[in-house]
Nanobody, 121 residues
Framework: QVQLVESGGGLVQAGGSLRLSCAASGRTFSNYAMGWFRQAPGKEREFVAAISWSGGSTSYANSMKGRFTISRGNAKNTVYLQMNSLKPEDTAVYVC??????????????WGQGTQVTVSS
């Protein structure tokens, strides 16, 4: 089992930045690719970004490219999501997930509970 706990969400004005963290515990963190997803009220869950075991390969949803950056610190068992130039439409619950494959092909084995990000206009 892998336990994932997100933090760093909050309220920010449009154009601002936030850095989300996802701390993992349980099995060896570096064995898992990690991803971030988000879900806004009334909408389906949406892929945001993913990163390989070593951090050497990343993938982003088109709408996040250039604004969001995923990274990981295997020594700290943590994956990060740096979000810049935030827009009101980025408002959602952000959830991290762990996958035992890379590419993940959208298949994730463990999920966190999420952290709320609210962007005011």
């Amino acid at each position: 089992q892998v336990q994932l706990v997100e933090s760093g969400g909050g309220l920010v004005q449009a154009g601002g930045s936030l850095r989300l963290s996802c701390a993992a515990s349980g099995r060896t963190f570096s064995n898992y690719a990690m991803g971030w997803f988000r879900q806004a009220p009334g909408k389906e869950r949406e892929f945001v970004a993913a990163i390989s075991w070593s951090g050497g390969s990343t993938s982003y949803a088109n709408s996040m490219k250039g604004r969001f950056t995923i990274s990981r610190g295997n020594a700290k068992n943590t994956v990060y999501l740096q979000m810049n130039s935030l827009k009101p439409e980025d408002t959602a619950v952000y959830v991290c997930a762990a996958s035992n494959s890379w590419p993940t092909y959208g298949k994730y084995d463990y999920w966190g509970q999420g952290t709320q990000v609210t962007v005011s206009s």
